[in-house]
């Protein structure tokens, strides 16, 4: 999660996804094949990493996070009646 912190989760996911699109129309536009595909591998993977990251693990982050602060809410509370 920490590898791409300059930019946004969101512009990333469009970053790589443009780059696959690229790579994709490289490939049927030269004759360089190995290198397009070795990149339109990368970027495959990259594209999916973002979109996962994006759609699933930063929201589930978040919840965690509330959970976390709701439980410390929660022991405080049963500390105080204690």
């Keep these: 999660m920490t590898r791409f912190v300059a930019i946004s989760p969101q512009s990333q996911c ?10 994709i129309i490289g490939m049927m536009l030269t004759d360089m094949w190995l290198p397009m ?3 339109a591998i990368i ?8 979109w996962v990251r994006l759609r ?3 929201p589930l982050k978040k ?6 602060y709701q439980l410390d809410e929660l022991r405080q509370q049963q500390h105080d009646q204690q």
Excluded: C, P, R
């Design 14 to 23: 469009w970053l790589f996804h443009i780059a696959l699109v690229l790579n």
């Design 37 to 39: 595909v070795v990149g």
């Design 43 to 50: 970027t495959t993977y990259l594209s999916v990493d973002a």
């Design 56 to 58: 699933y693990v930063l």
């Design 63 to 68: 919840e965690i996070q509330q959970l976390h």
